[in-house]
């Protein structure tokens, strides 16, 4: 878990210096989104009383599937299926890592 720790940091990083593309401050926004899908699948997962990932990888699902629906309904055309899929994919993987941290926590 310090390495999802590590690659969130150093996504965040990258985009401060320009090194993956930072138009409109987006890097911050998509480092907040990560976090919050992670946090999300710690709380879900702190919650649940056994499974703990998998109510972790729901919660981001669930998280993504309002944020996508908002940002369908205000831009229609905004994003195209594969970029949809993909990051319901990330969502879900998001999710399960706070569901894991929120598991350690118990053990």
């Keep these: 878990m310090t390495g999802l720790a590590g690659a969130l940091l150093l996504f965040l990083v990258m985009g401060l210096f320009g090194i993956v593309d ?7 926004l998509i480092f907040l989104q990560f976090l919050g899908l992670v946090v999300s699948g710690y709380v879900a997962g702190r919650f649940a009383r056994r499974d703990h990932a998998m ?3 729901y919660a ?18 905004s994003g195209s299926l594969l970029v949809i899929a993909f990051t319901g994919l990330l969502a ?16």
């Design 92 to 107: 879900v993987v998001l999710g399960t890592a706070g569901g894991v941290l929120a598991g350690l926590r118990d053990s």
């Design 22 to 28: 930072s138009r409109d401050d987006a890097v911050a």
């Design 55 to 57: 109510h972790g990888g």
């Design 60 to 77: 981001g699902l669930a998280l993504f599937a309002v944020a996508t629906a908002i940002t369908l309904a205000s831009d229609p055309g």
